[in-house]
C-alpha cells in the first residue's frame, strides 16, 4: 500500500508538473480587448516570429519598420501606413483594414485575421497574426512599441508567447535603428503581399534563404 500511495503521489505530480505550462499558454494567448481609438497613432516594430517564406532571411536583412494607424471616415475601417527600411532602402506602402470586436481583418485578396495577445509592456502591442492564401497558411507573432526599446521581460514573455504557439524564436530589432522618413510615396501594401502570397517558386527560394541565413547568422 504505501509504494502504491508514493506511486499515485509521484503521478499525481507529474501531472501538475505537465498542467502548468498549458495554463500559463492559456494565459498567455488568450486574445485582449483593445478599441480602434487605443490602436491609432504609431507602433514600432521590436521583434518577431513568422513562418511567411522569406521572414527569416528578410529579419536579417531589415533596419526598421513603424505602423501609423489612422482613422478613416468609416468608423470600422483604419489605414495603416507602413514604413520599411530594408538593407538601408526605404520604402512606404499603405492599405486599408477592417477593425471590429478587437479583431483586424483582411478578406481580399488575401485572408488576414488579427488578434492581440497580452503584454505587461504599458506602451507595446503582441500582434498574433494568420494569413490564408489559396490552399496555403501562414502565421506571425509580432511586437510593436510606441517606444524604440522594451525591457528584457517584455521581450522573454514574447519568447514565451512564440513557445507556447510552437513557433520559432523571434528575432530582435536592433535598438538602435534609424527611422525612415513619413514624406516616401506610397505603394499598395495588399497587392504587394498578394504577389509573394502567390509566387509559388519565390516562396521555395525564400525558405532556402531563410534556411541559410538562420544557419550562418545565428
Avoid at 505537465?18 to 486574445?31: E, N, S
Avoid at 510552437?166 to 535598438?175: C, E, G, N, R
Avoid at 525558405?207 to 547568422?217: A, C, G
Wanted: charged fraction near 15%.
Amino acid at each position: 500500500m504505501k509504494s502504491g500511495g508514493i506511486v499515485l503521489l509521484l503521478l499525481g505530480l507529474l501531472s501538475q508538473g505537465r498542467a502548468a505550462p498549458a495554463l500559463k499558454c492559456d494565459t498567455l494567448l488568450k486574445p485582449i480587448s483593445i478599441t480602434n481609438q487605443q490602436m491609432l497613432g504609431r507602433w514600432l516594430y521590436v521583434a518577431g516570429s513568422s513562418d511567411l517564406p522569406g521572414s527569416r532571411s528578410l529579419g536579417h536583412l531589415l533596419n526598421s519598420i513603424w505602423l501609423d494607424v489612422r482613422a478613416t471616415p468609416i468608423s470600422n475601417v483604419l489605414t495603416i501606413l507602413q514604413t520599411q527600411r530594408i538593407y538601408n532602402e526605404c520604402s512606404s506602402m499603405i492599405y486599408n483594414v477592417t477593425m471590429e470586436n478587437s479583431t483586424m481583418l483582411i478578406e481580399h485578396p488575401f485572408y488576414l485575421k488579427e488578434v492581440y495577445l497580452p503584454t505587461d509592456c504599458a506602451d507595446c502591442l503582441v500582434v498574433y497574426e494568420e494569413v490564408k492564401s489559396s490552399h496555403d497558411s501562414f502565421r506571425s507573432l509580432m511586437l510593436f512599441s510606441r517606444q524604440q526599446m522594451v525591457s528584457s521581460a517584455d521581450v522573454e514573455m514574447l519568447r514565451m508567447q512564440a513557445k507556447c504557439l510552437q513557433m520559432s524564436s523571434p528575432l530582435l530589432m536592433d535598438p538602435n535603428y534609424e527611422l525612415c522618413p513619413d514624406n516616401l510615396p506610397t505603394s499598395d501594401g495588399l497587392a504587394a503581399l498578394n504577389s509573394l502570397l502567390e509566387a509559388k517558386m519565390g516562396q521555395r527560394v525564400a525558405r532556402l534563404l531563410d534556411t541559410f541565413f538562420d544557419f550562418f547568422i545565428n
